[in-house]
């Protein structure tokens, strides 16, 4: 039996924590599934299952085997779509994760466009205002906002967007525009996620940072509402600006201190493929990627 084989093996042992399970799964019989790990355990001198009559746990070994066992046969598989599918139409399931809002507006559409040109394609999205593990969580992009650390994983920088202060035409009127960072202490203030009474926010000067710290009015748990709010006249709310793009298009807020903005925030797509990067995967990176540098709310 050939090393893969037995890896495929192995992994589908692991993951089922059985060995009659695993031989369903694979359409194959006990014995041979009994006789392919124990070849493998002899061949590698390590014990890779603990195994008892009521289960089967991977060791710590057998563990970090899994992970590259799984790398392993997810690289030959996108190696062998690489090869027979070049030319061929996307198809299967993509997962795709994004902020909330950001995956609203900006990724459901290109999204729903995907899936209208590839019959043959699924996706599940999944917006979330988090950092998603794409390994751990089974994700194939990403949509990332902010600086990327140090990753293995392949990046692509499609656009940016900055934190902005902004207010209705209607508080400004009653309350009058600050003329900088400081007067915003004399302000009513929307904060999103905050969970702390006194927030600072910085802004920049001639590359000086400058410092503010606030009492927030109205603090809340989501980016919607502190946009409702601010909407509404409440406040100032301080957002990514793609966050507020349709409500600054349409007049209903107005972006403040402009001069004093930080330096922008990038956008990237990320994505866990290998030397080989999977027909349905490269399609929809190269759709996601012009839709989002075209935008101009983005660049």
């Not at 085997?65 to 399931?93: F, K, Q, T």
């Not at 994983?153 to 900055?162: E, I, P, Q, T, W």
């Not at 301080?238 to 349709?246: D, H, I, K």
Request: proline fraction near 5%; glycine fraction near 6%.
């Amino acid at each position: 039996m050939d090393r893969l084989t037995e890896m495929q093996i192995y992994v589908a042992v692991a993951e089922c924590e059985g060995f009659a399970a695993a031989a369903r799964r694979l359409g194959i019989s006990p014995p041979v599934v009994t006789r392919a790990v124990a070849d493998l355990e002899a061949r590698l001198g390590v014990r890779l299952l603990n195994r008892t009559t009521r289960y089967v746990r991977a060791t710590d070994a057998g563990q970090r085997y899994l992970d590259d066992a799984r790398r392993v046969i997810a690289a030959a598989d996108e190696a062998d779509e690489a090869a027979i599918g070049v030319n061929s139409e996307p198809r299967g399931h993509l997962t795709v994760t994004a902020p909330v809002l950001f995956g609203r507006i900006y990724v459901m559409p290109a999204i729903v466009d995907y899936l209208q040109r590839y019959p043959a394609a699924e996706v599940s999205a999944l917006f979330v205002d988090r950092v998603v593990n794409l390994l751990e969580e089974g994700v194939d992009v990403a949509l990332r906002i902010g600086e990327l650390g140090d990753s293995s994983f392949n990046a692509l920088r499609v656009g940016r967007v900055r934190r902005v202060l902004c207010a209705s035409p209607d508080y400004l009127a009653r309350q009058g525009v600050p003329e900088n960072p400081d007067a915003l202490t004399g302000h009513s203030i929307i904060v999103a996620t905050s969970l702390g009474a006194n927030v600072e926010w910085r802004f920049m000067q001639d590359k000086t940072p400058w410092v503010v710290r606030i009492k927030p009015r109205l603090s809340v748990s989501s980016n919607d509402s502190a946009i409702e709010a601010a909407v509404r006249g409440l406040g100032i709310a301080r957002l990514m600006s793609y966050q507020v793009a349709p409500e600054i298009d349409s007049g209903k807020l107005k972006i403040l201190l402009s001069e004093y903005e930080t330096a922008p925030v990038p956008i990237h797509i990320v994505h866990r493929e290998g030397r080989y990067t999977s027909t349905k995967i490269r399609s929809f990176i190269d759709l996601m990627a012009e839709q989002l540098r075209a935008n101009k709310s983005l660049n």
